[in-house]
């Protein structure tokens, strides 16, 4: 188990990290003092739990001992940001703040989207490879849902706490619907390659390459937050606006 990534950390609360958000998020200048406090107040937390294991997985059936097999390799990779993040945003809904709950899913999501160019990085300075792609799970039909409980098995020890640098660390689990526990993780299958032509430079917003299969659209990635952020509790307010409250 890995800690999370420093440079993600250290630049958590860079005007520059936080100004992303607000131009991707439009939030106004007004709002730029919440934004810095609810990512204070997650910073700590991501610090003492958040972390990431990478083990080498199987190569599907379709590649072994295939064209080039030699210069492919796999790996199962999973990266949290831990159960007290979690727990803040279950506070802030609890109280009725769901600005402040909305704001710490934008700033958990970037930097988990991150976090993929962060091991792009580690892997390139680390070993002799580089990523060629990503594969999710239920995404493909090599490699389906059902797969996660032994991912999570294999690389974390499911709902253990762990040693990290001398402290404990409570594992992932996933329940019979695969959603995974911790909410803010990420759990795939990165595809390495020495081929030097062929690299993925992460999941990336924006990307100009219209054919890579890991380009990610803006509108989908907030079509997922406002997901997400369906299954929390509303205040009265907001229950009343949305017709859920009589």
């Not at 996933?174 to 759990?187: D, E, L």
Request: aromatic share 10%.
């Amino acid at each position: 188990m890995l800690r999370f990534f420093p440079d993600l950390l250290d630049s958590f609360l860079e005007p520059s990290f936080l100004e992303r958000i607000q131009r991707k998020y439009h939030y106004g200048e007004e709002q730029m003092e919440d934004l810095k406090a609810v990512a204070e107040g997650m910073l700590p937390l991501m610090t003492e739990e958040a972390f990431w294991e990478r083990k080498e997985w199987s190569a599907p059936l379709t590649e072994k001992g295939g064209s080039g097999a030699k210069d492919k390799q796999w790996e199962s990779v999973v990266i949290s940001l831990g159960w007290k993040v979690d727990e803040l945003q279950e506070n802030y809904s609890r109280k009725g703040m769901l600005s402040e709950c909305y704001m710490l899913e934008v700033l958990a999501g970037e930097v988990l989207l991150d976090s993929y160019g962060a091991y792009n990085r580690y892997i390139q300075e680390n070993t002799d490879w580089h990523v060629a792609r990503y594969h999710f799970l239920g995404s493909e039909e090599e490699f389906p849902l059902e797969m996660l409980p032994g991912i999570l098995g294999d690389t974390v020890m499911q709902g253990a706490g762990q040693a990290m640098a001398g402290r404990e660390v409570r594992g992932i689990i996933c329940n019979s619907a695969f959603c995974i526990q911790p909410k803010k993780s990420v759990v795939f299958i990165a595809q390495l390659t020495k081929e030097e032509f062929i690299r993925c430079p992460g999941i990336c917003l924006g990307c100009g390459s219209s054919h890579c299969p890991n380009r990610v659209r803006e509108d989908s990635v907030r079509e997922r937050l406002s997901a997400r952020l369906a299954d929390l509790p509303p205040h009265y307010g907001y229950g009343r606006i949305f017709g859920n409250l009589v």
